[in-house]
């Protein structure tokens, strides 16, 4: 039965689109990984293109958002992103 639905399916396109799909599958897991969870001031930065003084002025403006954990001020890149979008007020947390 299954030679009969393979028999006028072209392989190469097949593969194809199997391997678009798992691509597809993956990307939030790629994307997840492509970055640390939390990254330095000076990471941060750099991500966002902007001086290490600009991202003190918005971290003590709270227009992003970030962490401290012991005496080090972190930051969750896609949060920083979605505050900087959104233009919303984020808290300290």
């Known amino acids: 039965m299954a030679d009969l639905w393979l028999r006028d399916t072209d392989a190469d396109e097949l593969v194809e689109k199997i391997a678009k799909a798992v691509v597809e599958a993956m990307r939030p897991l790629l994307t997840e ?8 001031r000076e990471r941060m930065a750099k991500l966002l293109s ?3 003084p600009k991202l003190d002025s918005l971290t003590r ?8 954990i012991g005496s080090r001020r972190l930051y969750q890149p896609a949060a920083v992103i979605d505050a900087l979008a959104s233009g919303g007020q984020e808290e300290d947390a």
């Open 33 to 40: 990984t492509a970055e640390p969870r939390l990254v330095d």
């Open 50 to 52: 902007i001086s290490v």
């Open 61 to 68: 403006a709270r227009t992003i958002p970030s962490v401290t």
